[in-house]
């Protein structure tokens, strides 16, 4: 059981360069989610897909561009690599919760195992 | 907008003591989940327990327990009988419930150190 897959585990970037994190998902979630890890900062939200063929900003998205490619897939692309997105970034889906009142349901995030990624 | 705090950067614990870790939350929606997730040293993330804004008892699950006061909105995660495995970085998260997908938000983490 694979769960959240993402690729690379690490990767070292030049100041100005491209690169896509690729993130696939088995459980057949329809919300996926791309974050980030600084020291002392907690996880910041990136980007996230609700469902498949949406996307929406969180509260780090500057220098970032996200892809829902299908269900399984939601990838995350810095198009002009900086410094300060050096961090650990991690990918992570959930079940899709029904809206409704008074709603108890449990749906934590799924998350991979995380991309070190260093921008010199 | 939701926001979660967690006041404690580093935490120390004798091994077999107790330990809560604390988190406080802000939010104006009435239907909202709270979590921990655990990220020891190896950096995964680990789902430990949830609460729901209208669970009337506090969560358990095993060593764990969620100490739920609604009217303080605090959400303190109780670690009992403490292990060498339990020494990383806790967090806690929220997300409304009623607006469908929502993301978790997280707070700035505890590092739990327990000592032999």
């Known amino acids: 059981n694979a769960g959240v897959t993402q690729t690379p585990k690490f990767q070292v970037l030049k100041t100005g360069q491209s690169m896509t994190l690729q993130c696939a998902q088995d459980m057949n979630h329809n919300s996926m989610y791309w974050y980030r890890q600084d020291p002392g900062m907690g996880l910041r939200l990136i980007y996230y897909?609700?469902?498949?063929?949406?996307?929406d900003k969180g509260e780090v998205p500057n220098g970032y561009n996200v892809s829902r490619l299908n269900k399984r897939e939601f990838s995350l692309r810095l198009e002009s690599a900086a410094p300060s997105q050096t961090s650990v970034y991690f990918c992570?889906?959930?079940?899709?919760?029904?809206?409704?009142?008074?709603?108890?349901?449990?749906?934590?995030?799924?998350f991979g195992n995380g991309t070190r990624l260093t921008v010199t | 907008a939701q926001k979660i705090t967690q006041t404690q950067p580093g935490m120390f614990v004798q091994e077999k003591e107790a330990v809560t870790l604390d988190c406080t939350y802000d939010?104006?929606?009435?239907?909202?989940?709270l979590f921990w997730y655990k990220q020891p040293s190896s950096g995964e993330m680990i789902f430990l327990i949830y609460?729901?804004?209208?669970?009337?008892q506090n969560a358990t699950e095993g060593r764990y327990s969620l100490n739920f006061q609604k009217a303080r909105k605090s959400a303190n995660l109780v670690i009992s009988a403490s292990q060498l495995g339990d020494s990383a970085m806790y967090f806690c998260?929220?997300?409304?419930?009623?607006?469908?997908?929502?993301?978790?938000?997280f707070g700035k983490g505890t590092r739990l150190s327990v000592i032999a």
């Open positions: 939010t104006s929606d009435p239907s909202y989940g």
């Open positions: 609460q729901g804004s209208y669970d009337q």
């Open positions: 897909s609700a469902s498949e063929g949406t996307t």
């Open positions: 998260a929220m997300r409304d419930l009623n607006s469908g997908n929502t993301p978790l938000v």
């Open positions: 992570a889906s959930s079940e899709a919760l029904p809206r409704r009142a008074r709603q108890t349901y449990n749906s934590p995030l799924h």
